[in-house]
C-alpha cells in the first residue's frame, strides 16, 4: 500500500523559532499535496496547498520536491496558536486509494 | 453563512444497532466524503460522491452505507455489521472532485 509518512513528533519549539516538517510519499504518480493543521478533537483545516514551484501565505512556506518525493512546511516566527497536528496529504486520482493522509506530526509551540 | 455541518457531534451507539451521521452543505460543491479518524491515525476514506445520485466506495467501505439524493446532504450510516465503529467520522466537500477539500466539525461515535 503506498504511503504518506510524517514524522509524529512531538515538536516542542520556543515561541518565535522558525519549524520545519518534511512528509514523503511513495506513489510518485500523486498528483495534488496539502498541509492541513488539525487542533486536539476538531476537524482539519487546510492550511495550504502545494506546488513544485513553492507557495508562500504570510509565515508559512510549503514545497514540493518530486524528484525525492516529499513535501515540506516552514513556519517562521512561531506563535503559541502555531501549536496543533500538521496533516500531509497526497492525492492520485487514478489509483484506487486515492488520497492518502499522513498521521500528522505535532507541534507544541512553548512561550 | 456558507459552511458544511455534521449532526449531532456525539452519538451513541448500542450492539446491533445501525445509527445514521448526518452531513449538509450549502457550498454548491459537487463532491462530498466520509472520513473516519481513529486516535493517533491518519484520515481514511469511507465512501466518497463526485455528484448526485452517485456515490463510490473508499478504503474501508464494508459496515457502511451512504446515499446521495440531494447535493447538500450526504448521510452515513454506520451499521451493525461495522464491529469497531468507535471513532471520529469527519465529513468534507470540494467543489469538484478531489479539489481542496473542505470538513466539517466531525462526530464522535462510541459503542455502549
Known amino acids: 500500500r503506498k504511503e504518506v509518512e510524517q514524522d509524529p513528533g512531538p515538536f516542542n519549539v520556543p515561541e518565535g523559532a522558525t519549524v520545519a516538517f518534511n512528509c514523503t510519499y511513495s506513489?510518485?504518480?500523486?498528483?495534488?499535496f496539502f498541509w492541513y493543521r488539525q487542533d486536539c478533537r476538531k476537524e482539519p483545516k487546510l492550511l495550504m496547498s502545494?506546488?513544485?514551484s513553492g507557495n508562500e501565505d504570510g509565515r508559512f512556506t510549503a514545497q514540493l520536491n518530486r524528484a525525492s518525493q516529499y513535501i515540506s512546511l516552514l513556519i517562521r516566527d512561531s506563535k503559541l496558536s502555531d501549536s496543533a497536528t500538521y496533516l500531509c496529504?497526497?492525492?492520485?486520482?487514478?489509483?484506487?486509494?486515492?488520497?492518502?493522509f499522513g498521521k500528522g506530526t505535532r507541534l507544541h509551540i512553548l512561550p | 453563512d456558507g459552511g458544511i455541518t455534521q449532526s449531532p457531534k456525539y452519538l451513541f451507539r448500542k450492539e446491533g444497532q445501525n445509527v445514521t451521521l448526518s452531513c449538509e452543505q450549502n457550498?454548491?460543491?459537487?463532491?462530498m466524503y466520509w472520513y473516519r479518524q481513529d486516535p493517533g491515525q491518519g484520515l481514511r476514506l469511507i465512501y466518497y460522491?463526485?455528484?448526485?445520485?452517485?456515490?463510490q466506495k473508499g478504503d474501508i467501505a464494508e459496515g457502511y452505507s451512504v446515499s446521495r439524493e440531494k447535493k447538500e446532504s450526504f448521510p452515513l450510516t454506520v451499521t451493525s455489521a461495522q464491529k469497531n465503529p468507535t471513532a471520529f467520522y469527519l465529513c468534507?466537500?470540494?467543489?469538484?472532485?478531489?479539489?481542496?477539500?473542505?470538513f466539517g466539525p466531525g462526530t464522535r461515535l462510541l459503542v455502549l
Open positions: 506513489n510518485s504518480a500523486s498528483q495534488s
Open positions: 460522491s463526485q455528484i448526485v445520485n452517485d456515490f
Open positions: 457550498l454548491n460543491h459537487d463532491a
Open positions: 502545494v506546488y513544485s
Open positions: 496529504v497526497a492525492i492520485d486520482m487514478n489509483r484506487d486509494d486515492k488520497i492518502i
Open positions: 468534507a466537500s470540494s467543489i469538484s472532485s478531489w479539489e481542496t477539500q473542505y
